[in-house]
């Protein structure tokens, strides 16, 4: 899963999450969203585990 932190002071950037769905732990990335977005789907690792290891390919699933 992939979570967008709101950053302490309105001029600051907002920053990456990064969990694992079998896991309680995350990863914060120092980076925006659109730079990571890019690196994504450059092909980059900026996930907690591999992006090869998603089961056909990345999903999006809408919240309520």
Same mark, same amino acid.
């Given at each position: #899963?992939v979570?967008?932190?709101v950053? @302490?002071?309105?001029s600051s950037?907002w920053? =990456?999450? =990064?969990?694992? &769905? @079998?896991?309680?732990?995350? =990863?914060?990335?120092? #980076?925006?969203?659109s730079d990571?977005? !890019?690196?994504?789907?450059?092909?980059d @690792?900026v996930? =907690?585990?591999?992006?090869? !290891?998603?089961?056909d390919?990345? &999903?999006y699933?809408?919240l309520?």
């Amino acid at each position: #899963m992939v979570f967008l932190r709101v950053p @302490d002071e309105p001029s600051s950037p907002w920053r =990456v999450l =990064v969990q694992e &769905f @079998d896991s309680p732990a995350w =990863v914060l990335l120092e #980076m925006k969203f659109s730079d990571w977005l !890019l690196a994504y789907l450059r092909g980059d @690792d900026v996930t =907690v585990c591999s992006r090869n !290891l998603a089961p056909d390919h990345p &999903f999006y699933e809408p919240l309520p």
